[in-house]
């Protein structure tokens, strides 16, 4: 990852693990105030980091709904028209800091990690994933991703 990838993901991830149940855009702290939490919720909020210009996380995992999907679609719609649906349900970001690492036991079992398959070890690694599908928040590269928070 390049550094400043790295500290936009370890941001977004240190803000999924301390997200209020409440976001009260009108509390918002000023730059100076701001901690990688804070600027974490803020990315987690921000529809313009999508390639629609119309999508946050927050869309698809709502504060108000623990962290999971809005309304009652079995997956939710992105792309860059929002006319594409998603891979699978909404998984509640609720817990995440229990998630155990990606491990296989002795009987072949999978567990942990991030991802639907656990192919993410880290929160941190996670996070490009959505950002970059084209079915979610479209993003072309990484190196575009960056240039929008810029």
């Not at 500290?7 to 693990?17: C, K, Q, T, Y």
């Not at 149940?21 to 919720?41: F, K």
């Not at 927050?58 to 594409?84: F, I, K, R, T, Y």
Request: net charge negative.
């Amino acid at each position: 990852m390049t550094k400043s990838w790295s500290h936009l993901a370890a941001a977004f991830a240190v803000s999924l693990l301390t997200l209020a149940a409440c976001h009260n855009p009108a509390e918002t702290p000023s730059a100076s105030d701001l901690s990688a939490a804070d600027i974490g919720e803020l990315i987690f909020h921000d529809v313009s980091l999508s390639a629609s210009d119309k999508q946050s996380c927050a869309s698809c995992h709502s504060p108000e709904h623990a962290h999971a999907q809005p309304n009652a679609l079995s997956v939710q719609m992105g792309g860059v028209l929002l006319d594409q649906p998603g891979t699978r349900a909404v998984p509640s970001l609720r817990y995440l800091n229990k998630t155990p690492p990606f491990s296989v036991n002795e009987e072949g079992t999978p567990s942990g990690g991030f991802n639907h398959d656990g192919s993410a070890e880290t929160l941190s690694a996670q996070v490009e994933r959505p950002l970059l599908a084209a079915n979610e928040m479209a993003n072309v590269t990484r190196a575009h991703m960056i240039e929008k928070i810029r």
